[in-house]
């Protein structure tokens, strides 16, 4: 991830673990322990579902798009890099993309930190 350029260093308040889980391929997953930060819920539910598909109707374009490594996608503000840090070997690190597995992470920006690039 360092190469990818998808993790930096940090000085944070906040860390949460690392775990890597064996997938059924053998190879290995990187995984962080946000079962803590998890447990603080967002106050911004996602959006209902049926108000959105109400806003498609009429429409006769649509499109969908298939992004490897999605939340890989959206960038991470300065804030949502201190809550979403994490510790190993090298230190402490944060994840210059979202990271899968952080409850209310595709929420909008409505103070949580995450914001779309």
Known sequence: MFKMSKIEPLNSERASPIVLVRKPDGSERFCVDYRERNSVKDS????????????????????????????????????????????????????????FGLCNAGAKNHGNGFKRS
């Open 44 to 99: 911004f539910p996602m959006p209902n579902i049926e108000s959105k598909l109400k806003k498609l109707h009429g429409s006769t374009i649509f499109t969908s798009l298939d992004c490897t490594s999605g939340y890989w996608q959206i960038k991470m503000s300065e804030k949502a890099k201190q809550i979403s840090s994490f510790i190993c070997k090298r230190g402490l690190l944060s994840l210059k993309v979202m990271q």
